[in-house]
T-cell receptor, first 113, second 112 residues
Framework: DGGITQSPKYLFRKEGQNVTLSCEQN?????MYWYRQDPGQGLRLIYYSQIVNDFQKGDIAEGYSVSREKKESFPLTVTSAQKNPTAFYLC????????????FGAGSRLTVL | GNSVTQMEGPVTLSEEAFLTINCTYTATGYPSLFWYVQYPGEGLQLLLK?????DKGSNKGFEATYRKETTSFHLEKGSVQVSDSAVYFC???????????FGSGTQLTVLP
């Protein structure tokens, strides 16, 4: 079945460590996105990419980095510069044209100890 | 800029009650509007959408009508079930392949 796979589902990290969250899609979607979700809040866009080897900052990109070397993959690195990284991270994808319906992965929950 | 304002939660209802979750938006042009649902511990799933004024999106007993005159897209269901307990997000796409703007989400709990 087509979809988005995020891993790991749960991740614990010590302060000062970088961590990379994986996102893979087999939907042949052009665009991929990373969102952050905090309790009681909506989704905030971190980074997005509409084409391989190109990506743009979203609303809260500081302390994060991404790459888009393959169409199917859009990993997110949470660096030690991110001051408050404990959150639920959601990856999504869609086709650039059309009604722009997003397909989401199941999410990765990062906890900094 | 674009924005979405949702009714604040949490909302608690008894099974078979009528549900309304209000959503209003601010956008230039003619955005597409969406409702997404998030079950505990999961990602978001598209619930329904409407792409132009007066369109009604519907799915699983939920409905929402795109009202341009009131810039609203309220979610309704005539008889909720315990399994509808989730967080509901209203969102808009302003068009031209631009990113979705999400509301803050409304937590719904349905009691048996």
């Amino acid at each position: 079945d087509g979809g988005i796979t995020q891993s790991p589902k749960y991740l614990f990290r010590k302060e000062g460590q970088n961590v990379t969250l994986s996102c893979e899609q087999n939907l042949n979607h052009d665009a991929m996105y990373w969102y952050r979700q905090d309790p009681g809040q909506g989704l905030r866009l971190i980074y997005y990419s509409q084409i391989v080897n190109d990506f743009q900052k979203g609303d809260i990109a500081e302390g994060y980095s991404v790459s888009r070397e393959k169409k199917e993959s859009f990993p997110l690195t949470v660096t030690s510069a991110q001051k408050n990284p404990t959150a639920f991270y959601l990856c999504a994808s869609n086709m650039v044209s059309g009604a722009n319906v997003l397909t989401f992965g199941a999410g990765s929950r990062l906890t900094v100890l | 800029g674009n924005s979405v304002t949702q009714m604040e939660g949490p909302v608690t209802l008894s099974e078979e009650a009528f549900l309304t979750i209000n959503c209003t938006y601010t956008a230039t042009g003619y955005p597409s509007l969406f409702w997404y649902v998030q079950y505990p511990g999961e990602g978001l799933q598209l619930l329904l959408k409407a792409t132009k004024a007066d369109d009604k999106g519907s799915n699983k007993g939920f409905e929402a009508t795109y009202r341009k005159e009131t810039t609203s897209f309220h979610l309704e269901k005539g008889s909720v079930q315990v399994s509808d307990s989730a967080v509901y997000f209203c969102a808009l796409n302003p068009g031209s392949a631009r990113q979705l703007t999400f509301g803050s989400g409304t937590q719904l709990t349905v009691l048996p």
